[in-house]
């Protein structure tokens, strides 16, 4: 029998037994569908984290004590208590660092305009502004001057100035941080959440004033530098480490961790990239399991149509063209159900896009491998039944009841 | 005249657990072309068994069958299903038609499954339903006919791929005398245009229709004679 002709025969059988037909489709289009949506939202995420760790800069380092952990987390211990605003001037002369900002944090209560705010005071130098590539709206950013003199001024946020003036212009006014009273001077322009953090709720200080009047130490959590080129960063963070293992005793290259943005991102999408294949594998059993549901179907289909096998027998089908009735039909079922979970799939990420509010990205590519596997799926479970289809004895089939 | 079919010393032995029924105890028949042979005997007598041999869906045990000067004994299962495609056409008793199926695509069948032969399959099967006075009633489904015309639809595709030789196990037996007759006189217009028949009854009235009858008992052969008019 020719294909057409067989691809009608399974058609038909199938239209024959809609509710069934479609029961045992919901495996494939469920499985389908999930395989899809989950790689899309996969791929939503890691296209978020890269598009959020770039919005940071490309050419930006982070410096750290503490040697990195398997885990990809920067331990911790003792050797923290290393970094000094001294190592700044340090590093500040190694050719092709553009900018290099301290970075101290203290968390504390702000107080002042219409009511309080909890916050995390991020003292810095007016470098970081270049490093972050971040402007301000309004006032000015503080000066060496204030950093040299510990000033009592700040720059806030757009969420910070939001929640304590709102529509009230918040530069010159004068609020507290713990018991320090600081005078506003600059407000940072709107950047918007980044990896479920809200950047603009940050108060900038000046580092010497986050160091010396609020936390009392004369130890920096972090240095940021910005390189001139994204092509010269492996070699400056070369020369940072050698500077800095220099100027320490007792350290070595393991007591520091310079780590570029791309590393960063590198490892934050692998990350999530191994989520994203987990979690297809997970929605792939499914459609493994819609598979069994399709063969135990076909079995079913073989048995009551036993009669209808011996009597194509009786007229010259031979075991080739049997095989390939059943096999088609559990074709044309599986990839049938692929295709409804295909469309399936495009509406739930519309709707997850446009309504949940889910980035979810839509793969052509798995569309295609999603229709391929469950066509394979087809083959694979429909081949027993087939098989045994194609067996049978012409003359038992013809006498079964 | 041209032998078609030749048995020699078919043996078919059934075994059900510890049961062994000896089917066909050592046939031996020879069927010119254009013969028109009655099969009759007790039930049980292997009349069934024989037809299934020489239908080429059931191999013997032993023994020798020559279908149109070829040996069947021993073929693999391809070439007897395309033995039964192009060389012989069913009519079983209980119409053996595919349900909700179309008179025009069961006849149709036949054609879809025979190889290296293109033709067009409507027009050919409109055409053998023609010739068993089914013109008419093409689109009907089997449960739409009744006994007589689903047996005409049987016997359409019996012929639609214009094998040499026709087999009939019992095919008026769930039909009324007057269907019986009917359908009786195609199968001499079969044979009077060539066709080689082979039918199995139990009605002496039908068998009267041949030119030849063999009787069966016990899985032999005990009588062979020309029907007498
Ligand atoms: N598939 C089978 N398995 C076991 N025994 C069988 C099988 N087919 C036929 N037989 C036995 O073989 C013998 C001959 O059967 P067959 O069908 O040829 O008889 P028959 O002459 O056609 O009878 P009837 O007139 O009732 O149709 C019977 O005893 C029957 O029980
Ligand atoms: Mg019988």
């Given at each position: 029998m020719r294909t057409s002709g067989l691809i009608k025969t399974a058609c038909k059988s199938i239209l024959r037994n809609r509710v069934r037909s479609f029961l045992t489709m919901l495996g494939i289009i469920i499985g389908v569908a999930?395989?899809?949506?989950m790689v899309a939202i996969g791929e939503g995420a890691q296209l978020q984290i890269r598009q959020q760790i770039e919005a940071m800069g490309t050419n930006v380092l982070t410096v750290r004590a503490g040697s990195m952990s398997a885990r990809g987390g920067v331990r911790t211990n003792v050797a923290r208590r290393i970094l000094t605003l001294q190592d700044i001037e340090r590093l500040r002369v190694l050719p092709g660092i553009v900018?290099?900002?301290?970075?101290?944090?203290?968390?504390?209560?702000?107080?002042?305009?219409?009511?309080?705010?909890q916050t995390t005071a991020m003292g810095v130098t007016d470098d970081f502004l270049v490093i972050r590539d971040w402007e301000l709206d309004d006032g000015v950013m503080f000066t060496d001057q204030d950093i040299r003199s510990a000033g009592k001024v700040a720059v806030i946020g757009k969420t910070v100035a939001d929640e304590l003036f709102p529509n009230i212009d918040p530069i010159g006014a004068s609020v507290r941080i713990g018991t320090m009273p600081v005078r506003i001077i600059g407000l940072l322009r709107e950047r918007g959440q980044n990896?479920?953090?809200?950047?603009?709720?940050?108060?900038?200080?000046?580092?010497?004033?986050?160091?010396?009047?609020?936390?009392?130490t004369r130890f920096i959590d972090q240095i940021m530098i910005s390189t001139e080129t994204m092509d010269i960063i492996p070699d400056v963070q070369g020369a940072v480490l050698a500077t800095l293992v220099a100027s320490h005793r007792g350290t070595n290259e393991d007591s520091f961790n310079v780590r570029s943005q791309s590393e960063i991102m590198e490892r934050a999408t692998e990350t999530s990239r191994t989520m994203t294949a987990l979690l297809a594998a997970i929605a792939g059993v499914s459609l493994v399991v819609g598979g069994?549901?399709?063969?135990?179907?076909?079995?079913?289909?073989?048995?009551?149509?036993?009669?209808?096998?011996?009597?194509r027998m009786a007229v010259g089908a031979r075991e080739r063209d049997i095989l390939m009735q059943f096999l088609i039909e559990s074709i044309v079922l599986s990839v049938m159900g692929g295709v409804i979970g295909v469309a399936l799939s495009v509406v739930l990420i519309y709707v997850m896009n446009d309504v949940a509010g889910i980035a979810a990205v839509f793969e052509p590519a798995t569309v295609l491998m999603s229709l391929a596997f469950s066509g394979f799926v087809g083959v694979f479970f429909g081949f027993y039944p087939a098989r045994k289809a194609a067996r049978l004895n012409p003359i038992q089939a013809l006498r079964f009841e | 005249m041209k032998t078609?079919?030749?048995?020699?010393?078919?043996?078919?032995?059934?075994?059900?657990?510890?049961?062994?029924?000896?089917?066909?105890?050592?046939?031996?028949?020879?069927?010119?072309?254009?013969?028109?042979?009655?099969?009759?005997?007790?039930s049980g007598s292997g009349k069934s068994t024989m037809m299934n041999v020489i239908g080429c869906l059931d191999l013997p045990d032993s023994g020798s069958f020559m279908l149109d000067g070829k040996e069947v004994f021993g073929m693999n299962r391809r070439n007897l299903a395309d033995l039964r495609n192009t060389k012989i056409g069913f009519v079983f008793q209980n119409f053996s038609l595919l349900a909700r199926t179309t008179a025009l695509e069961n006849v149709e069948l036949p054609m879809h499954y025979r190889h290296g032969k293109k033709m067009d399959y409507r027009a050919?099967?409109?055409?053998?339903?023609?010739?068993?006075?089914?013109?008419?009633?093409?689109?009907?489904?089997?449960?739409?006919?009744?006994?007589?015309?689903?047996?005409?639809?049987?016997?359409?595709?019996?012929?639609?791929?214009d094998p040499p030789l026709i087999l009939a196990d019992e095919p008026t037996g769930a039909l009324d005398t007057q269907t019986s007759a009917e359908v009786m006189q195609l199968f001499i217009d079969l044979n009077n245009n060539g066709k080689t028949i082979v039918l199995v009854t139990h009605e002496p009235e039908i068998a009267a229709y041949a030119k030849r009858l063999i009787r069966m008992r016990d899985g032999l052969i005990i009588s062979d004679e020309p029907v007498v008019k």
């Open positions: 999930s395989v899809i949506v900018a290099i900002s301290p970075v101290s944090r203290a968390s504390g209560r702000i107080v002042g305009g219409i009511g309080n705010w990896m479920g953090d809200d950047q603009d709720d940050i108060v900038l200080l000046p580092v010497t004033t986050v160091m010396q009047r609020m936390s009392g069994i549901g399709i063969m135990n179907i076909m079995l079913v289909s073989v048995t009551e149509r036993t009669r209808e096998i011996g009597i | 078609l079919i030749k048995l020699t010393s078919i043996v078919k032995t059934y075994r059900m657990g510890d049961v062994i029924v000896n089917a066909l105890r050592g046939v031996d028949v020879v069927i010119n072309e254009g013969e028109f042979v009655a099969v009759m005997g007790a050919a099967a409109r055409a053998a339903l023609e010739k068993v006075g089914l013109g008419e009633r093409l689109d009907h489904m089997p449960n739409q006919l009744s006994g007589g015309q689903q047996q005409r639809v049987a016997i359409a595709r019996a012929i639609v791929n």
